[in-house]
């Protein structure tokens, strides 16, 4: 059984930095990627970044661009999301999960309906 646990969250200061953890385990079928979606309080929940099991492609949303990374250990234990310079915007509730649809690409990497497994998210609050 595929399990996926998040931690890193917490509060943050505006221009501040946190760095999210996402530990797999049970990872004993073929995936195509593992993202990180967030759901602010009365908002969807909405993509924030992607990366890909075939060529390490990776993928985010134009709020984050340049300012997150995505990446992963060797063996896909854990995939982190390093976030810089933070703004309350970004104040949500962070997930990541597991495509087990298809590789992902530019317009589709955000699809949540390819995700077959789901953390329980950890809490980022950005607030001075």
């Known amino acids: 059984q595929v399990q996926l646990v998040e931690s890193g969250g917490g509060l943050v200061q505006p221009g501040g930095s946190l760095r999210l953890d996402c530990a797999t385990s049970?990872?004993?079928?073929?995936?195509?990627?593992i993202a990180w979606f967030r759901q602010a309080p009365g908002k969807e929940r909405e993509g924030v970044s992607c990366?890909?099991?075939?060529?390490?492609?990776?993928y985010y949303a134009d709020s984050v661009k340049g300012r997150f990374t995505i990446s992963r250990d060797n063996n896909w234990k854990t995939v982190y999301l390093q976030m810089n310079d933070l703004k309350s915007e970004d104040t949500a509730v962070y997930y990541c999960?597991?495509?087990?649809?298809?590789?992902?690409?530019?317009?589709?990497?955000?699809?949540?309906?390819?995700?077959?497994?789901w953390g329980q998210g950890t809490q980022v609050t950005v607030s001075s």
């Open positions: 999960a597991v495509d087990f649809w298809g590789d992902p690409h530019e317009d589709t990497w955000d699809e949540q309906s390819h995700f077959g497994s």
């Open positions: 049970g990872l004993t079928r073929d995936f195509y990627a």
């Open positions: 990366i890909g099991t075939d060529d390490g492609s990776t």
